[in-house]
């Protein structure tokens, strides 16, 4: 059985081009990077502080708690260095388990050889032991133990998220292309909104992008959404711990946060998506939805804002052709409508960004799913432009 607040090696993981506001969260949380790659970020923590980081966080995949590394020379040697662990201080004899490996080794031939020979040793060990087995699958709904193995080094965790973080567990109708919401969550840090002043999403969709907008102002972490998380499942675990943690998040909600989130589109079946995502997710009173063209959305005068698209990509050649309308007209729509305010344009087709007709003062770079993508920043000056004539 493990002591929960003994301090480990944790790595928590996010998509590749997130890590910077990965990095945000943790430090606003006490946190501080021992290690920082393209795709996570190393820190000293307990497993009673996983249960917390795995409650909060918005931009992460998965936080992994380090409970062994050694050299691991080919595949001829994975039942016997993982027989050796003693896995019955992790794991409940009666419990459920699974494994997800990462491999790098030229031993192996198929990704599946990791999780089938670590599995074998897992329960091999346990038979020996108890004389039965804990059952065993692919599903993340228990005990998961992830392992990392690159040439000759191989490090195991276990993975305290189970099922992916990126899901904040509020989104029942995903409608059409949705944005995963850690990455909704990690392109709104990226704007720099900072919560006080207006967010305006116009075509909206699901209404991804403006429920974690609203979940931010009003202090809503995406563990009030989820009842299962693997760290339950590690022997130690306590869940009277675990429900105090849960009230406290309760605790910090800000019921009437002072500002106004606006999210509009044309279609009235998205709208009605949206509005029942914000209801689940206990915002749909923080959000003004509107329904109509984007150039018909509410601009408030003051204070200035955020004013934040997620156009279609043009994935199909036949919208090619209606989208460079219609990004010209977004250009059109910031220029005329929304001086004082900061835009920004999610895309994935830098071609069609070249149609809405103004200068861009960041391209931030991002991936949504295998699409590479920029969050494209335009300074919307009141007047003229300082320094010009």
């Known amino acids: 059985m493990l002591d929960f607040n003994t301090k480990g090696k944790v ?7 997130s890590v910077n506001y990965l990095e945000q969260e943790l430090r606003e949380l006490g946190f501080f990077p021992l290690q920082i790659s393209r795709t996570g970020i190393e820190i000293q923590a307990s497993l009673e502080e996983c249960m917390d980081i795995n409650l909060h966080l918005r931009t ?22 993982f027989k050796a662990i003693p896995w019955e201080e992790y794991l409940d004899v009666d419990g459920y388990f699974s494994v997800n490996s990462v491999a790098e080794n ?16 897992i329960v091999d060990r346990f038979r020996e032991l108890k004389g039965r087995r804990p059952d065993s699958g692919s599903d993340f709904s228990g005990l998961v133990i ?32 949705p944005m995963m919401e850690a990455l909704a969550a990690a392109t709104i840090y990226a704007s720099e909104w900072n919560t006080r002043v207006p ?58 946060p002072d500002v106004k989130i606006i ?26 939805f509107q329904t109509g063209d984007f150039a018909d959305t509410e601009i408030p005068e003051k204070p200035r804002g955020v004013i934040f698209f997620n156009p279609e990509y043009g994935e199909r ?31 994935g087709n ?27 920043k335009y300074d919307m000056y009141e007047g003229k432009k300082e320094g010009t004539s």
């Not at 990791?114 to 040793?121: G, M, Q, R, S």
């Not at 052709?321 to 999610?346: H, N, S, V």
Request: glycine share 6%.
């Open 11 to 17: 790595f928590i993981t996010c998509k590749d081009r």
């Open 60 to 81: 992460a995949s998965h936080v992994l708690f380090e409970i062994k590394s050694f050299y691991l020379r080919n595949a001829d040697d994975i039942y016997r260095r």
């Open 106 to 121: 030229e031993s192996i031939t198929t990704p599946l050889i990791v999780n089938v020979k670590v599995k074998d040793a």
């Open 146 to 177: 992830q392992v990392y193995w690159k040439e000759t080094q191989a490090i195991v965790y276990l993975n305290t998220s189970g099922e992916t973080l990126a899901k904040h567990g509020y989104r029942k109708i995903p409608g059409k292309a």
């Open 199 to 256: 967010f305006i999403n116009p075509m909206c969709g699901s209404g991804t992008l403006a429920i974690e907008a609203a979940l931010m102002a009003s202090k809503r972490y995406p563990g009030l959404y989820r009842e299962n998380y693997s760290f339950q499942h590690i022997l130690g675990y306590d869940e009277e711990t675990f429900q105090a943690k849960k009230r406290k998040l309760e605790n910090k909600i800000i019921v009437n």
């Open 263 to 288: 999210a509009s589109d044309i279609s009235l079946q998205a709208i009605t998506f949206a509005r029942e995502n914000a209801a689940y997710a206990g915002v749909e009173e923080l959000i003004d």
């Open 317 to 347: 050649l036949g919208d090619l052709t209606e989208l460079e309308e219609t990004y010209k007209r977004m250009g059109d729509f910031m220029k005329q409508k929304c001086a004082g305010y900061r835009g920004y344009i999610f895309t």
């Open 350 to 376: 830098l071609d069609l960004a070249k149609k809405v007709g103004l200068k861009a003062s960041r391209r931030i770079e991002f991936w949504n799913g295998t699409i590479d993508c920029r969050l494209l």
